[in-house]
């Protein structure tokens, strides 16, 4: 069976359960074609799924729903029909409207969705001072995720469709537009530090939006996501994540789940 995998991935965790899922996929005797969406440049590219067989759709979790970059892309594909499964990351605070939204996209784009799954992660904002789901995945995680490939494996090989439902949230929009609000002016975007910077231009190709320019030092703050992935990917520690400690003492507050609850959170399959 030919499947092509699609995900987006700032800082790895994304990419981590799409290749544990890969894997699995490969050891029951599929093929399966990679195509990492995250940068601005990959999302660009023409793609026909005529030569596959089935699709499967990895993406994190910011701000209630998957990243907006991802949201503009996936209308760009043709399902021609074709079987396809979903799944999220996320830091454990909250999955949102992800998985009902998503497979609403999916299915207008002419997708039949036959199950997700979602599994927290360490949160990015980790690396400005948070501190949920720090070592993750572990092993059952792991152990979801080959679960969730084997599912895959079989309904998408199975002669037959699957009624796969999602019932849909109660969720008001100011929900979602409190969220977007709380990331875009709560959280400041990576710092630059222009003496260490050596203009490899790694972090503008590699931003999801294009939202740097590496020469006049400066971050488009409107188009910044605030994923980060320019820190991770910075060979020279040029760009620093902001110190967020604070907005983790306010998150807290605000709150009503533990520290401990959301560490706690197990990964989960749809079917
Ligand atoms: C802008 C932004 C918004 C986020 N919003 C949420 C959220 O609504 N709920 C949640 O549990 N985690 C949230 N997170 C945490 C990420 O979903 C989580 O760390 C994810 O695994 C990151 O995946 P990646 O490493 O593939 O980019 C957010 C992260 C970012 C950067």
Redesign the pocket.
Known sequence: MNVVLFY????????KIAHIIKNKLVKLNSEVKEYNITSKNDREKEIDLKSYDAALFGF?????RIPEPAREWLPHINGRGKKCGMFF????????IAHYETKEILERQNFKVIASADFP?????NLGGWKLNLNRPNERDIKIAEKFAEILYNRFSANRDFLFTIPKPDFDKTKLKT?KHL?KHG?PPPIFQKENCNLCQICEDLCPTGAIDIYNGVIDKNLC????RCIINCPEGALKAPDLNQQFQVFKEMNKLTVEIINNKKSKILI
């Open positions: 987006f991935s700032a800082t790895e965790n994304t990419a994190p979790i910011y701000a209630l990351t996320y830091g454990g605070v909250t999955r949102g992660m360490s949160h990015t904002y969220s990331v959280v996501l605030h994923c980060f």
